[in-house]
């Protein structure tokens, strides 16, 4: 069983921590439904045994912070309302100090044994513990210059609702720590026990950069660019429409040059690529569950066996 250790500061987000502590207590729901035993032991912990949240609710009976965490487990840091951390309240500023102590003493020399998660603006609080030097991060949109100047020594990448580095997971806002919570649930049990857990919480499950996709309506979707999920959407949608690069441009609101560039930035292809790929894997995963050929490549959008065989042979000199 893996612990979950959740750090609770002053002001700490509520949607923060309870998103992704609902989608492992779900996980353990559907291990106990398979017969299986619990995947998670989830624990609270804080400079303080009380902590207010950002809604007004006190937690209450919080552990100490710990002088040890077990190998395995997992220190989940939570963002606060936007310019808490540098706030001069001094119950704020005297837990984040506490906090960021306990961080560099205790977890900073065992990062690897241990796994450092962070959702929103609680990276904030890993680079001013000095834990991100040479990692590659996010977080909030609004916070990005800040975790720059925190952490001088990171990569900060933008525009992605999370990025993993070895024993570094961090999330953008507040909502991506659930999409960062089913990644690893499904990289420590399974890409269907994720699936099941998101499709109790009803939210869009969204991947990383580098796992395989549960469906090609999935794929390239790591970002957070609204135009280009907006095109995305509509092509999902209706991936046999007659699709130019001027009716995507319309549904993004903005040029097609303009479109175009933001795809390559975003999605790492074009618009038209984009389709095809989309069109493809829906072909391919209907041929594959049985649909009659013709009928799979009409409802995908691809014109004809001379179509399909040009793009197989495409997907075959992709390297």
């Given at each position: 069983m893996k612990d979950i250790v959740f750090v609770v500061l002053p002001q700490t987000l509520l949607l923060d921590l309870a998103g992704p502590a609902e989608a492992f207590r779900l996980a353990n729901q559907r291990l106990a439904q398979r017969g299986q035993p619990p995947g998670y032991r989830l624990?609270?912990?804080?400079?303080?045994?009380?902590?207010s949240t950002s809604v007004g609710v006190t937690l209450a009976q919080l552990e100490p912070l710990p002088d040890t965490v077990p190998s395995g487990a997992r220190?989940?840091?939570?963002g606060q309302p936007s310019g808490a951390e540098?706030?001069?309240q001094p119950g704020i500023t005297l837990a984040w100090a506490d906090t960021r102590r306990w961080l560099a003493r205790v977890v900073a020399p065992r990062l690897g044994e241990v796994e450092l998660v962070t959702v929103c603006a609680g990276t904030l609080l890993a680079a001013d513990a000095g834990l991100l030097a040479g990692r590659r991060c996010t977080t909030h949109h609004e916070s990005l210059d800040d975790l720059a100047r925190l952490a001088p020594g990171a990569t900060v990448v933008g525009h992605r609702v999370?990025?993993?580095?070895?024993?570094?997971s961090s999330s953008a806002g507040i909502t991506a720590g659930i999409d960062l919570a089913l990644h690893l649930i499904a990289r420590d049990h399974s890409d269907a026990l994720a699936a099941s857990v998101a499709q109790v919480m009803v939210v869009y499950l969204r991947r990383?950069?580098?796992d395989p996709e549960l469906s090609p309506m999935l794929a390239r979707r790591d970002h957070l660019h609204p135009a280009v999920h907006r095109v995305q959407d509509a092509l999902c949608a209706e991936p046999s429409a007659a699709w130019s690069l001027g009716r995507m441009a319309e549904v993004a609101c903005v040029t097609p040059r303009h479109l175009a560039r933001l795809f390559r930035q975003?999605?790492?292809?074009t618009p038209h690529d984009y389709l095809q790929d989309l069109r493809f894997a829906l072909a391919e995963r209907a041929i594959g569950d049985g649909r009659p050929a013709k009928q799979a490549l009409a409802e995908a959008g691809i014109s004809g066996s001379r179509?399909?065989?040009?793009?197989k042979q495409g997907r075959r000199c992709v390297p």
């Open positions: 624990r609270y912990v804080a400079a303080q045994p009380e902590m220190v989940v840091l939570m540098s706030s001069l999370f990025v993993v580095d070895g024993p570094m990383g950069p580098d975003h999605a790492g292809v179509q399909w065989r040009r793009l």
